[in-house]
């Protein structure tokens, strides 16, 4: 048990997001993950819930909760299918949030509702194939043509790609001035000159499409741009702040499910004629993946905490990120080991638990990035 008490609200809402994972999601999560099923279904009952939009004012057709009860419901779902977990973040974390943080009035009447309900999904387009961590090196382009900005490039690794009816991209109006000159825009994917190239096939988070894009000639209306020219990148790292607090919740919940599949499966499969769970060296495997796993929980609900406080959280939620990514990776490792050649097959869900994982310590900022952006921090506060 954590010593943070929750209110009558966040109770609700983690009790609601745990019902439904258990009911809708969990039931469905290994065949959706074997067949690269894209779960809509479980999304258009995720956004009547009001969970594709937590953080949306209810002005604009959201929730109107803190990020603190965000976490809470994400730790929940991520926990049934992390596919699932990451389309609920990349809605959330990193179109809602920007739009609703950067977005003029008649962005976010224009936008936000039909996001925050679930009738439309977003994505972030940033990434591109020689553009990830290294953001200035971007080659997508954008110039002014009268009423409209034309966009030209190719972005990679796109969460919901395949699915998004709304995109924000990111496109360079200036190369010469590198991450000075990056800006934001909001894309129809409608908009013709949009292309959905290959869906990647990949280790994890199967449940998902993951695609390239392809802009050609894509006319982007100029009301469509985000706060001004040149705030792009600006834009693109304070989303990315909170974005990294979902995938690190994301990472929890994996670690958490992971955990509690190990310890009933220690109590029900025997050796030597005892339960397996009566085992010292298994029971300090299971010591170690609890306390790994609380304390990736509270870094994430420090980080989570600190942003509903409006108190600059940049640092935390590297740490948290981090953290609980290689938690994650860790914990299913040793599940899969305490499962021995049962957790190497799919009739455990532990293995898709191990390949989820892995995805946590490389999107929205690899593990390296979280470790240089904490040193940064670190070393400009100690004096």
């Known amino acids: 048990m954590s010593i943070i008490s929750l209110t009558e609200e966040q109770k609700m809402v983690r009790n609601t997001a745990q019902e439904f994972m258990e009911n809708e999601i969990k039931p469905v999560a290994a065949i959706n993950d074997k067949e690269h099923r894209f779960p809509k279904e479980i999304i258009n009952k995720l956004g009547e819930l009001g969970f594709m939009g937590m953080n949306v004012p209810e002005e604009h057709g959201g929730s109107g909760l803190d990020y603190f009860s965000y976490v809470l419901a994400l730790e929940e779902i991520s926990k049934g299918c992390a596919s699932t977990g990451v389309i609920m973040s990349v809605n959330n974390s990193l179109v809602c949030s920007p739009l609703k943080t950067f977005g003029n009035t008649d962005q976010k009447l224009s936008f936000l509702k039909d996001l925050a309900s679930g009738n439309k999904l977003g994505c972030f387009m940033l990434s591109e194939p020689e553009a990830g961590s290294d953001v200035a090196s971007m080659k997508t382009t954008a110039f002014l043509d009268g009423d409209y900005y034309i966009l030209n490039g190719t972005k990679s690794w796109i969460t919901n790609g395949a699915e998004a009816d709304l995109a924000i991209v990111f496109a360079s109006t200036d190369r010469s001035l590198k991450h000075k000159g990056i800006s934001a825009f909001i894309v129809d ?91 010292q060296g298994l029971q300090f495997m299971i010591a170690d993946m609890a306390t790994k796993t609380e304390a990736s929980r509270l870094l994430v609900w420090q980080a989570a905490i600190m942003k509903d406080q409006n108190i600059k959280y940049g640092k935390q939620s590297a740490m948290a990120k981090l953290f609980a990514a290689e938690t994650a990776m860790w914990v299913t490792t040793k599940a899969i080991q305490i499962h021995g050649g049962y957790g190497y097959t799919t009739d455990y869900p532990v293995e898709r638990f191990f390949r989820d994982a892995k995805i946590t310590e490389i999107y929205e900022g690899t593990s390296e990035i979280q470790r240089l952006v904490i040193a940064r921090e670190t070393l400009k506060e100690i004096q």
């Open 189 to 279: 994917m409608k908009t013709p000159g949009i292309n959905i190239g290959k869906l990647e096939d990949k280790l994890g988070i199967r449940a998902t499409s993951t695609a390239q894009i392809f802009f050609e000639d894509c006319k982007i209306p100029r009301e469509n741009l985000l706060r001004s020219e040149g705030e792009g990148f600006k834009i693109a790292l304070h989303t990315l702040d909170g974005g990294r607090i979902g995938i690190a919740t994301q990472a929890v919940g994996i670690a958490q499910a992971a955990l509690e599949e190990s310890a009933r499966y220690m109590k029900e499969r025997k050796a030597f004629g005892r339960p397996i769970s009566d085992f």
